[in-house]
């Protein structure tokens, strides 16, 4: 089950009233902070960048890929555990905006995880510590401790035997 909060909104769909919801500054700078990582070569710059200056949670030794796409609007709503990878081009979302509505839901990766290229991940999900999630999948739902999720939507494939290499 993800973990979202619901803002009803009235008139025209929520995303045509985006700059009630989110202030136009914070997300001029985020875009400006999050184009900057995609092309910063090392990763104790980005990671520097994206707690400092986004206000994420972000462990010890964790890495970002090129053009990692973080929430732009709600990026203090990202924890990412320590030594993690999130793959080249991955999307992390903490806002939904829909027509009568928009949601808001905290993202948080555990500890060791693995996230490959391409995926896409939605507010209000938790990964557990050690868990895997495979390069393209979807994930709709939480991810357990030592699985391996893939596909659209994310489904469990593997259960992992939780030893570490």
């Known amino acids: 089950m993800r973990r979202t909060t619901r803002y009803g909104v009235e008139g025209s769909n929520s995303l045509w009233q985006i700059y009630r919801t989110v202030n136009f500054w914070k997300v001029f700078r985020n875009t400006f902070v999050i184009q900057l990582s995609h092309y910063t070569p090392f990763l104790s710059w980005k990671n520097w ?3 400092h ?17 973080v929430d732009i609007m709600y990026p203090e709503l990202i924890q990412v ?5 999130i793959g080249y081009g991955t ?5 939904e905006y829909l027509i009568e509505e928009y949601r808001l839901g905290q993202v948080v990766i555990g500890d060791h995880v693995m996230i490959g290229a391409t995926s896409l ?14 390069a393209g999948s979807v994930v709709t739902k939480d991810v357990p401790p030592y699985t391996m999720v893939a596909g659209n939507p994310a ?5 992992l035997d939780g030893k570490t290499s």
Do not use: S
């Open 49 to 51: 960048m994206y707690r």
């Open 53 to 69: 200056l986004l206000k994420m949670k972000v462990g010890e030794k964790t890495a970002f890929a090129y053009k990692v796409m």
């Open 81 to 85: 555990g320590k030594n993690c990878v």
């Open 91 to 95: 999307t992390i979302l903490c806002h």
């Open 121 to 134: 991940i939605l507010p209000g999900i938790r990964i557990g510590d050690h868990a895997i999630v495979a």
């Open 155 to 159: 489904k469990i494939i593997k259960h």
